[in-house]
């Protein structure tokens, strides 16, 4: 099974700064990585796929980068939107399609 | 736009079966395949498993034993049995899909149903 390893685990960032989150896989996955934003009560959201692909209807401010075994997601501008939980799923070498533990990110 | 409706789940007993049904609108049900995801508290996301419309199912290993899918094409739903839960079990249970056969990433989710396994 392959772990995915996110950090920091909780990240405390202001409004309209740069957020940086990192994701590391436990073995190499190529570019198959996905990013989903989760806020409370409600479903989780899809950003990026493809390591760097936005999904359909995100805001440019959210960019995907990395191979291999280690991916950023980067928020450029915060909005308050934005405070959220994310999580980063591989979905290279399944079963089982694996998780990030999730980067809860607040405003300081 | 597709959207996802779940309903079920709840309180359970310990050794008890869960079950949770994810009903789709908007679209088809053919041409995807349907999965669970769970969130334990304080914990992060977990896959379940996953279904297709023309019945073919992927597992979790660690649930396999305990896992039992269907789906209903004439009806847009798809379903979830867990069999003997446990406390570990107790999670906010969300359904999504991605597209078939490639790739594996979710593109729609459900809001999540609270399952608590309690005596």
Redesign the interface.
């Given at each position: 099974e392959i772990v995915m390893t996110q950090s920091p685990a909780t990240l405390s960032v202001s409004p309209g700064e740069r957020a940086t989150l990192s994701c590391r896989a436990s073995q190499s996955i190529d570019n198959h990585i996905a990013w989903y934003q989760h806020r409370p009560g409600q479903a989780p959201r899809l950003l990026i796929y493809g390591a760097s692909t936005r999904a359909t209807a995100i805001p440019a401010r959210f960019s995907g980068s990395g191979s291999g075994t280690e991916f950023t997601l980067t928020i450029s501008s915060l909005q308050s939107e934005d405070f959220a939980v994310y999580y980063c799923q591989q979905y290279d070498t399944w079963p089982p399609l694996t998780f990030g533990g999730g980067t809860k990110l607040e405003i300081k | 736009q597709v959207q996802?409706q779940q309903w079920g789940g709840g309180l359970v007993k310990p050794s008890e079966t869960l079950s949770l049904t994810c009903a789709v609108s908007g679209g088809s049900i053919s041409g995807y395949y349907w999965?669970w995801?769970r969130q334990a508290p304080g914990?992060?996301?977990?896959?379940v498993g996953e279904i297709n419309h023309g019945g073919a199912r992927?597992?979790?290993?660690?649930l396999k034993s305990r896992l039992a899918m269907s789906i209903d094409t004439s009806k847009n739903q798809f379903s979830l049995q867990l069999k003997s839960v446990t406390a570990a079990d107790t999670a906010v249970y969300?359904c999504?899909r991605r597209a078939a056969p490639k790739?594996?990433?979710?593109?729609v989710?459900?809001?999540?149903s609270l399952v608590t396994v309690s005596s």
């Open positions: - | 996802l999965s995801v914990k992060g996301l977990e896959w992927n597992h979790n290993p660690s969300f999504a790739p594996e990433y979710f593109q989710w459900g809001q999540g």
